[in-house]
Nanobody
Framework: QVRLVESGGGLVQAGGSLRLSCVVS????????MGWYRQAPGKQRELVASINRVGITNLVNSVKGRFSISRDNGKNTVYLQMDSLKPEDTAVYFC???????????WGQGTQVTVSS
């Protein structure tokens, strides 16, 4: 079983930065891909960034050049560095782990990011 715990959200002014952390515990070897999703009020949850087990990353176009995803295997932690934040980045951000053996997506509890103009 995999458990994800996010932290690092908060209120920031436009142009500011935040770093989200996702601590992973449990059967970590079963995870193929980690990702960060976000969901704004009244909108569908969308993938923001992902990183696979060999470190290949992907970012949605709207955050390229501003966000980056990384991981620290020694700390079992995945990070989302968010720079040059915009009000439209305001959302609840969720950490996700995909386990291919069971086709299961595991979610964290989410962390609120609010960007004021």
């Amino acid at each position: 079983q995999v458990r994800l715990v996010e932290s690092g959200g908060g209120l920031v002014q436009a142009g500011g930065s935040l770093r989200l952390s996702c601590v992973v515990s449990g059967t970590i070897f079963s995870i193929d891909r980690m990702g960060w999703y976000r969901q704004a009020p009244g909108k569908q949850r969308e993938l923001v960034a992902s990183i696979n087990r060999v470190g290949i990353t992907n970012l949605v176009n709207s955050v390229k050049g501003r966000f980056s995803i990384s991981r620290d295997n020694g700390k079992n932690t995945v990070y989302l560095q968010m720079d040059s934040l915009k009000p439209e980045d305001t959302a609840v951000y969720f950490c996700n782990a995909f386990i291919p053996a069971t086709s299961l997506n595991v979610w964290g509890q989410g962390t609120q990011v609010t960007v004021s103009s």
